[in-house]
């Protein structure tokens, strides 16, 4: 239970982490949009780097000292990260933001390990490869659970939020006269579209008649197809479900922390060994009473 909670909190994290990079910070901070994937996954790396480091190490400490505290401190850091998460503002520091991810990167190693091997222990043999089995189903269905939990709140939020935002943007900037056009960009594609890389408002001014943009000056023109004003606008359309979904990811990763202490002490499942004597030894054994009785 406690690993199938841990899989169902983290298995959406990379995605919304993404999301957050390529459709709102990589732009603020002047990246070009058919760029910002490849920075995405550069500024991924502290999370990745937190497990190789965690990984192997949190195996060696259970080995010596027993899973029960070594998993359940793993998914209390991860229950941090996640409210740190949800704490960083819009235009975030890099470095707060790696932080929070290389913490993720250790409580996930701290609690993956371990708890595998706690599993494996405590069944013979013979049942461990059904043990294993079923760690990866678990673990695969809580992380496919947990992706449209995560985007389901996102975009529930989004769809609510987005024409509002959008209105209020397009005022602030004086092409209030665009509203009806750009306000109906569905919320999902103006989501996705971040995510693979491009700036939706290029393509909706070339399908905008002529006549209706001579009248935009050329500088409102040029704020909109920039790096900063659509971002900013999705963002404060996303941002509100995105700390939502990182609160519910820290409530799922204390609970799996409880479970995680309720495993006990260390168990390793022992093999009985029955020894079977040969027919020979048994009647040399049988002869010897005999005549010891005798």
Request: aromatic share 10%; hydrophobic share 50%; net charge negative.
């Given at each position: ?176 006269n665009l509203a009806p056009i750009l306000s109906n960009i569905p919320p999902t594609a103006a989501l996705f579209s971040a995510f693979l890389g491009y700036n939706p408002v290029n ?92």
């Open positions: 239970m406690a690993g199938l909670l841990g899989s169902l909190g983290r298995g959406g994290l990379m995605f919304m982490l993404i999301l957050l990079l390529q459709g709102i910070w990589l732009p603020l901070h002047g990246y070009s949009y058919d760029s910002t994937p490849f920075w995405a996954g550069i500024y991924m790396l502290p999370l990745t780097a937190g497990i190789v480091i965690m990984g192997p190490l949190s195996g060696v400490l259970s080995d010596t000292y027993g899973p029960r505290w070594i998993s359940t401190s793993g998914m209390i850091v991860v229950t941090i990260s996640f409210l740190l998460f949800a704490a960083l503002p819009i235009n975030f520091n890099f470095w707060e933001f790696a932080f929070a991810e290389f913490l993720m990167g250790i409580g996930s190693g701290m609690f993956s390990t371990p708890n595998t091997a706690s599993i494996m222990n405590s069944v013979p043999s013979e049942d461990r490869g059904v043990a294993s089995g079923m760690i990866s189903t678990l673990r695969n269905t809580a992380g496919t659970a947990s992706m449209a939990i995560f985007f389901t709140i996102v975009i529930i939020g989004i769809t609510q939020r987005f024409p509002d935002a959008m209105l209020s943007s397009l005022t602030s900037i004086g092409a209030i393509a909706i001014l070339t399908t905008i008649p002529p006549s209706i943009i001579a009248h935009i000056p050329s500088s409102t023109l040029t704020t909109l197809t920039g790096t900063i004003w659509f971002p900013s606008t999705l963002a404060n359309a996303f941002l509100p479900s995105l700390q939502i979904s990182f609160i519910i990811g820290a409530i799922i990763s204390i609970i799996g922390a409880l479970l995680s202490a309720l495993r006990g002490e260390r168990y390793i499942h022992e093999e009985k060994v029955i020894e079977v004597n040969s027919e020979s030894e048994i009647e040399s054994q049988e002869l010897e009473i005999v005549e010891k009785s005798s």
